[in-house]
Structure formats: structure tokens, C-alpha cells
């Protein structure tokens, strides 16, 4: 197995490839009026074609969502991410890592592909990797740990997607997953690198959160936030009596709107046609 060196590992460009499956749309049936041909025949023809537009938003807007599968225990799944930020924020001694919540709506992104905010306000992060792209992570994440290589993991931030480090990333509050396969090429090493899960992470998407001082876990958290064993966790605010909302939820908007939305219009449509 070919070995890739760190440095060129950092410095080499790499393309994802991404394989959606796409399922055709749903057979629709109608039971057409027995008035004369004459007098549907165009009617008809515009009904064809609406027909046809509604089928091609329920393709777009569903396709993806429907190869991509959420994860089956989203609650241990969030805390094996959280215990893996703990134990790095008491080992590099990192005063200012943030606790994770789940998102909802940064779940369906995934799922709908929606990269929006990429490096401005979100952070893709590939899981559940193969063994070549665990030891990338594994030298990528022991070539960070120091403070010397602190400026150029800020910098690369910047530009690459940074294997590891993206878990790690302290300012980073949400998180939302979903099951989609990606397949990494190392340009000029033939080497490929796969992940079964896609994350989106929000809402740092620079890497500034990383300059900040070492010191004792939970020392530096932000305002809203306490220390909870090291990592900065969300005060809870109290849920007024009956409601049932929460503060980690989030609206969900991904395909089956846009078909409620284009189902009202087509029938609005046929039935000032007939």
C-alpha cells in the first residue's frame, strides 16, 4: 500500500466523487373526461406537459434524499463525536471546545446535497472512513497537536478540508449526518480514500476558533455556555409549560414541500383548464 507523505499530502488538491442514484418518478393515473376529442385536445396537451413538469420537481427535489439514509442512533452517534472533542480538549489542553448538538436541518443539507455557506459559515467533515483514510487523519491530527503548526492549520482552513481536525474544530456548535458514500482521489498517488458518512458542521467555517491559548478545558467558553467535563455545553433555557418546542430543533425543508407546493398548482391549473 502506497504510504503518502504528510507534506504532500497538505498540499495536494483532491476531488470528491459522489454517485446519488436517482429514482424515476411515481406512474400518475387520471381519469380523463369523456367530452370530445375536439373540444380536450389541446386542454390535454397542456395537461401533458403539466404533468410532466410536476414529475421532473419530484425527481430533482427527492433524488437525493432518498439514496441518502440518516444515521440509525443519532443520540450515541452525536456523543461518540462529543466524547472524541472531550478526550483532545484534556489531552492539547484546549479551553474553548464547544459540545455538539444535533441538527435536523443541517441533516437534511446533507442529504439534499445543499453545500450553501461551505468554508464561510459551514464545514463538510467525512466519517467513518477506511483504514487509508484513518491513518490520514491519524498523521494529519498528530502533525496538528503542537503549537508550531498552529498558524498553518488556521491557514489551511482556508482551502482544503482538513481530515481529522474538522471533528476537533472548538467553535463548532452543531452538527447534522447523514449515510452518503464519497470517494477521495490523491492526485498523483493513485491512492483512493472512502467515507460512509457526510457531515455538515456549523456555524464556524474558517478555523479561527483555533487561536486561542491553551489552557484548562472549559475555561474559555463563551457566553451562553459552561463548562460540562471539559467542553463548553448550550445552557439549557427553560421550555415554557406546554410547549413543545426545543432549542436544538430546527425546521426541516427538503423535498416533499416543494411536491405539496407543485401538487396545489397543478390542480389550481386543471381545474380552470376543465
Known sequence: ?????????????????????????????????????????????????????????????????????????????????????????????IPNMNKLVWDDYLETRTQMGDFSGEMKTMRINRRDEDDAAKRNVKNVTSYYFGDAHRPELIKNYETLHMAGMEDLTPGQQKIGCSSVKTEIDIIDTGEKMSYDTLCFMEPEGTGKSWNVPRGEPGSACNKGFVNDDGLC???????????????????ITDGASYVQFGTVVLLLVVSMIF
Open 1 to 93: 500500500m502506497m504510504q503518502v507523505k504528510l507534506a504532500d499530502l497538505q498540499n495536494t488538491l483532491i476531488r470528491d466523487t459522489v454517485k446519488p442514484v436517482l429514482e424515476g418518478p411515481a406512474l400518475l393515473f387520471f381519469q380523463v373526461s369523456d367530452k370530445p376529442k375536439k373540444q380536450i385536445g389541446g386542454r390535454m396537451k397542456t395537461f401533458i406537459v403539466l404533468i410532466g413538469t410536476l414529475a421532473s420537481i419530484c425527481v430533482q427535489s427527492n433524488a437525493v434524499k432518498r439514496e441518502a439514509k440518516s444515521i440509525a442512533n443519532k443520540e450515541e452517534y452525536l456523543k461518540g463525536i462529543n466524547d472524541l472533542r472531550r478526550d483532545y480538549a484534556k489531552k492539547a489542553r
Open 233 to 251: 455545553s448550550p445552557i439549557q433555557k427553560a421550555q415554557p409549560s406546554g410547549s413543545g418546542s426545543s432549542d436544538n430543533s430546527t425546521p
